[in-house]
């Protein structure tokens, strides 16, 4: 008997389907740093405008990522371990955002937090402009990338067996240092790819920012404009700046994934 | 000592309690009873985790009713122990040593680790060890800062025979040592009988009976607990004073009439009851050869035998009402008892435990 089984139609199927998928997603991306000569992209890293914009980008997306970590974090605590009245519908809502069209979120944020509303007003009586602003860009990114912290974090928490922090409490340690010495430790991998996704998520962000705060512009935005005013060829060197840019998050993320391969 | 008042507790819609129950200073106390009556709310109640809705627990003569589950000064062992996996299993050992000074800390842990054959295991990870090392890592962590009170939950239901019957020895002794108060929860009678002072059943959230282990297995107060502790066959019948049979200490003779079976017995009152014949009551042989007086005596047929290393269970049917009845292996072999092989029964009057 021949040591190789014939391939069934259905099996050949799946792989060419997959393989169409795998070709579909690669194959831009492959292309985009592939048209960016050497020598474009290098004139692209010395280019002003596009390393303002990018460093905008990266301090933008920093700051919404500590705020996604510092307001979503606790949140997801609750919602992984107290049951409290309405805590699906709680959950149900800090979903939500991924499912609104990042324009329409740009639109609801600018009625929200404009000066024609009273907490807008309020915010800019304390000295805080957000729209038009640094704090619009970060606004933006926030709501499109706390529900990937918080859910992130909520799964993460959910992982880890409440029981380890009962016997850390019978031990002798209080409800913050079990979380900090078991909890902690046990989900905090998780939590922290949830932050690196939500990183990235804030600096691909486009439609809520280019409502918000057109200026000054961050990468997206900046590679939108000159797409518009200058067309492809001017775009396409601030674009594989970025691309290069999300590869990295992209091994990061995969390094830090539970079931990634630096596991130990 | 561990003293429960009057302790409720609701989780969702499960209630416990009232629950009242005392193990002595030292003493070792087991909450038996079987899957879903309670035994882990009822050690997570005592440790703070849950709230008390009514009632009092004290440890060391201590109100902790309202304490925090740090302040209880309690060791926790969990039935599928919880070891922290992020740890090694010296870390974990130490675990409840914090603030203590390093010296005297690696101190206790090497004592312990002696203790319970644990020193060449201290720097491993928790990953690789066995369900027993895990046992052992997980009570060594519970015992470290010296608790007044050991709680375990059924610390025997996850390992094999062998490693249980190594696991109760060392319990028991390591209790003895460190003079710890400790309360179990099993499912198990057999805990009961080789570890317990104190043994408390639990059926749906209330404690159906509490002693000694010897009085709970010998005197079983209702038809449940004679039942799951496994007491012997539970009879339901109706008792009828014997004439001419006067009474002592306001016990009479009477029958006990179950079906076709009609047993004498001594009883205290009349009316429909339970009786209990544990199997090493009912004695078996083959022929009606005539023994002391107050035997009751009956035909019965062997339905099957159950063959065990030094007792057999000899499963009975007289007429109509099953029995089981334990003798030696070997004299069962004797016997040459075997399904269909009709014997007479024995069984004294005052050896009925009557419900």
Not at chain 2, 93 to 114: C, N, P, T
Not at chain 2, 265 to 292: I, K, N, W
């Amino acid at each position: 008997m021949s040591a190789s089984r014939p391939v069934s139609p259905w099996s050949l199927a799946v792989w060419v389907l997959g393989a169409l998928l795998v070709l579909f997603v690669a194959g831009p991306l492959a292309r985009l740093l592939i048209q960016a000569r050497p020598a474009s992209l290098a004139a692209a890293f010395r280019d002003p405008e596009l390393m303002a914009s990018l460093w905008l980008t990266v301090l933008t997306a920093t700051s919404a990522t500590v705020c996604s970590v510092l307001l979503g974090v606790p949140l997801a605590y609750l919602l992984a371990r107290v049951p409290f009245p309405g805590r699906r519908i709680v959950a149900g809502l800090v979903e939500l955002p991924v499912v609104v069209p990042h324009p329409v979120a740009g639109i609801a944020l600018l009625l929200f937090l404009g000066r024609q509303s009273p907490v807008g007003r309020g915010l800019a009586a304390l000295g805080l402009e957000v729209v038009n602003h640094i704090p619009g860009i970060v606004a933006g990114m926030l709501f499109v990338s706390a529900p990937i912290v918080a859910s992130s974090a909520r799964e993460a928490f959910r992982s880890v067996d409440p029981k380890l922090e009962r016997v850390a409490r019978t031990l002798g340690d209080t409800a913050w240092d079990a979380f900090r010495r078991v909890t902690l430790p046990l989900a905090g991998r998780s939590v922290l790819a949830g932050a690196v996704l939500a990183w990235a998520r804030s600096v691909s962000e486009f439609g809520s920012i280019v409502i918000l705060t057109y200026n000054p512009k961050v990468a997206s935005i900046l590679i939108y404009d000159r797409f518009t005013l200058f067309g492809l060829p001017a775009a396409v060197p601030a674009a594989a700046v970025l691309l290069l840019l999300a590869l990295v998050v992209f091994v990061v993320v995969q390094l830090l994934a539970p079931d990634g391969g630096a596991r130990r | 000592m561990i003293r429960l008042e009057g302790v409720v507790v609701r989780v969702g819609g499960f209630a416990l309690g009232e629950i009242g129950f005392e193990i002595p200073s030292a003493g070792y106390g087991l909450v038996i009873g079987p899957t879903g009556s309670g035994k882990t709310t009822l050690l997570e109640a005592i440790a703070g985790h849950l709230p008390l809705r009514a009632g009092r627990i004290l440890l060391r003569d201590r109100d902790v009713s309202r304490a925090a589950p740090e302040e209880r000064r309690i060791g926790f062992v969990y039935q599928q122990y919880h070891l922290f996996p992020h740890r090694s299993v010296e870390e974990n050992i130490g675990y409840g040593l914090r603030g203590q000074v390093a010296g005297s800390r690696s101190q206790r842990i090497r004592e312990l680790a002696e203790l319970l054959n644990l020193s060449p295991l201290l720097d491993r990870r928790i990953a690789g060890l066995s369900g027993g090392e895990q046992q052992r890592v997980a009570l060594a962590r519970a015992l470290a800062p010296r608790p007044d009170i050991l709680l375990l939950d059924e610390p025997f239901a996850a390992v094999d025979p062998a490693t249980r019957r190594a696991l109760r020895r060392e319990i028991r002794a390591i209790h003895e040592r460190e003079g710890i108060t400790t309360l179990q929860v099993t499912h198990d009678f057999e805990d009961a009988m080789r570890l317990g002072d104190v043994v408390a059943v639990l059926a749906e959230g209330r404690i159906a009976q509490a002693g000694t282990p010897d009085q709970v297995f010998r005197y079983p107060n209702s038809a449940f607990v004679a039942e799951f502790i496994g007491t012997g066959t539970v009879l339901r019948g109706v008792v009828e004073r014997a004439r001419h049979d006067g009474a002592t200490d306001g016990h009479f003779g009477a029958h006990f009439r179950s079906g076709a079976l009609d047993l004498e017995v001594v009883a205290e009152r009349e009316g429909p009851a339970y009786a209990v014949l544990r199997p090493v009551d009912l004695m078996v042989s083959r022929s009606a050869t005539p023994g002391p007086a107050p035997r009751n005596r009956f035909s019965a047929t062997v339905t099957r035998v159950e063959p065990g290393s030094a007792i057999a269970h000899i499963h009975l049917d007289a007429s109509g009402t099953a029995l089981v009845a334990a003798v030696m292996s070997t004299t069962a072999e004797e016997l040459g008892l075997v399904p269909g092989l009709t014997v007479m029964v024995a069984v004294k009057a005052t050896a009925i435990h009557l419900i």
